[in-house]
């Protein structure tokens, strides 16, 4: 008897736990999947997943959830310490390779069937529909990166507003937390140098001809924001028509006396420009 009552205890205290995981969460009150979006997405946690195309850099990740919680778009250190790299709140997917992860935001059921078909997994039904703009964001970021070079990706990503963009940088694993080196953006066939300054300060010298000077622990990302019509303007170069340019990013890194020369690159960016960019996301190729 007394078994028998446990154990209708603890089946009592499961179906609770299991019903507020459904229900309103503390502190949020955004977009959740449904019942059955909310199922699939916590059916792929504990998994192991082997990255086929190297995307990710190759390697097997692990599927967490990340609970309903502050969390970057994409890249960005596998340990919570650094919550102030969070954009935004709410339920996430986190791959996670020793100090590297990789965050989804699964707010809706299109989230969830699009982290499915991203993972190459199969389709489950009754669970469909257009993935977020942030579920959107964090693909593009991911898939804008080149090669890594000393420990180090780059990529470039179209933001919503006309002649946006953002370059992604990502400290893979290298040795070196602090690079420095000069950066020029390809826009057609015109050079615009880049400068960069992370973490910000206020420098004696503004950094100019494309000055690059940039610290990121082990598994860091960053996401920096650039202008495009306003780096033309200030270079005396005519505005972007509309239709599609190609950007391309190249960060020449400076290297000690004796070492190869090492460029960091970023796949090219089809950048939109006119009525179709309107909240438009480009993973660039």
């Not at 622990?217 to 306003?230: C, I, M, R, T």
């Not at 290297?255 to 190869?260: D, F, I, L």
Request: aromatic share 4%; with cysteine; charged share 20%.
């Amino acid at each position: 008897m007394h078994r028998h009552s446990l154990r209708s205890l603890c089946s009592l205290l499961l179906a609770a736990a299991a019903a507020a995981q459904q229900g309103p969460v503390p502190g949020y009150d955004g977009p959740m999947p449904s019942e059955a979006g909310e199922a699939a997405a916590r059916a792929l946690v504990g998994q192991k997943w082997e990255d086929p195309d190297g995307r990710l850099g190759g390697g097997t990740w692990r599927i967490e959830h990340g609970g309903v919680t502050p969390h970057p778009l994409g890249p960005g250190p596998a340990t919570r310490i650094e919550m102030r790299t969070a954009e935004t709140k709410g339920p996430n997917l986190r791959l996670v390779r020793e100090q590297l992860a990789v965050s989804f935001p699964i707010t809706t059921d299109g989230d969830v069937a699009a982290m499915l078909r991203w993972l190459g997994k199969p389709a489950v039904a009754g669970v469909a529909g257009e993935a977020s703009a942030n579920w959107q964001l964090a693909a593009a970021r991911i898939e804008a990166l080149g090669p890594a070079v000393h420990g180090w990706r780059a990529g470039l990503c179209q933001r919503g507003k006309p002649g946006q963009i953002e370059v992604v940088l990502w400290n893979v694993g290298g040795t070196r937390a602090h690079v420095t080196g000069r950066a020029t953006l390809t826009v057609g066939a015109t050079s615009l140098p880049l400068p960069m300054r992370w973490p910000k300060s206020k420098p004696r010298q503004v950094p100019t001809q494309g000055e690059c000077m940039l610290q990121l622990e082990h598994g860091s990302a960053l996401y920096y924001p650039a202008d495009v019509g306003g780096m033309l303007a200030a270079n005396g170069k005519p505005a972007l028509a509309d239709g599609v340019h190609e950007l391309e990013l190249a960060l020449r890194l400076d290297v000690a006396e004796g070492e190869a020369a090492a460029e960091l690159r970023s796949k090219k960016l089809q950048l939109t420009v006119g009525a179709a960019a309107s909240g438009k996301q480009s993973p660039g190729k």
